[in-house]
C-alpha cells in the first residue's frame, strides 16, 4: 500500500471549516483513498473514501486532485465534538495501514 | 446490532501470564481484524480473517495467536504476557469487497507489569 503523510497537528475555530491535507504521491491507479477519525482513544471511525472523483456525505467532503497524489478532507462545520486525530490512509484490498494520523483540535 | 463488542474493557496481566481477548461481530461479516495501538501511535495490524477458518498473519503477530471457528468470533490469545504488549487492542470487521467500511469495537486497554 501507498504511504501518506499529514500534518501532525492542526487547530480549528468551531463553526469554521476544517481542511486536513493528505500526500500520496505514490498511490497506483486502483488505491483508494480513505479518511478515519478517532476520537479519545475510542476504535475510530469511517468518514469517507473515494477514488478518483470527489466525494460528499453527511460527515465531509473528500477532494482529490487530478493526478491523485493529495487529497483534502473537509469538515465544512466543525463542532468541538470533531476534536479528534483523523487518519488518511491508501488501500487497494482488505487490509487497512494507519499511520500517526493528524490531531485536530477543535477550539470554541 | 450491537455491532463489533469486546471483552474485557481492562485488564492488568502479570509478565509470564496468558489470557485471550475476545471479540465478536452480530453482522455477518468475512473480515475481522485485530490491531494494537500504543501511545501516540497509529494502529498496526495484528491478525486478520477473511472468514471461518481462514486467518493470516498482519504487520506485527509475533507473541500473539488467533482462530476463526465461527463467522462471529475472532479471540486473540496472548501467551507468556510480556511488557512490550502493554497497549490497546481493536478488533474490527467489514463485510467484504475492497471499499467496505470497518467497523471497530471499542477496545481492550492490556496493561503487563
Known amino acids: 500500500d501507498a504511504k501518506t503523510t499529514q500534518p501532525p497537528s492542526m487547530d480549528c475555530a468551531e463553526g469554521r471549516a476544517a481542511n486536513l491535507p493528505c500526500n500520496h504521491s505514490?498511490?497506483?491507479?486502483?488505491?483508494?483513498v480513505y479518511w478515519y477519525r478517532q476520537i479519545h482513544s475510542q476504535g475510530p471511525q469511517y468518514i469517507i473514501h473515494g477514488l478518483k472523483n470527489n466525494e460528499t456525505n453527511e460527515m465531509a467532503s473528500l477532494i482529490i486532485t487530478e493526478d491523485r497524489k493529495s487529497s483534502t478532507l473537509i469538515l465544512p462545520h466543525a463542532t468541538l465534538r470533531d476534536t479528534a486525530v483523523y487518519y488518511c490512509i491508501v488501500s487497494n484490498d482488505y487490509k487497512l495501514s494507519f499511520g500517526a494520523g493528524t490531531t485536530v483540535t477543535v477550539r470554541a | 446490532n450491537a455491532g463489533v463488542t469486546q471483552t474485557p474493557k481492562f485488564r492488568i496481566l502479570k509478565i509470564g501470564q496468558s489470557m485471550t481477548l475476545q471479540c465478536t461481530q452480530d453482522m455477518n461479516h468475512n473480515y475481522m481484524y485485530w490491531y494494537r495501538q500504543d501511545p501516540g501511535m497509529g494502529l498496526k495490524l495484528i491478525y486478520y480473517?477473511?472468514?471461518?477458518?481462514?486467518?493470516d498473519k498482519g504487520e506485527v503477530p509475533n507473541g500473539y495467536n488467533v482462530s476463526r471457528s465461527t463467522t462471529e468470533d475472532f479471540p486473540l490469545r496472548l501467551e507468556l504476557a510480556a511488557p512490550s504488549q502493554t497497549s490497546v487492542y481493536f478488533c474490527a470487521s467489514r463485510y467484504g469487497g475492497n471499499t467496505d467500511t470497518q467497523y471497530f469495537g471499542p477496545g481492550t486497554r492490556l496493561t503487563v507489569l
Open positions: 480473517s477473511v472468514g471461518a477458518g481462514i486467518t
Open positions: 505514490t498511490i497506483s491507479g486502483n488505491e483508494y
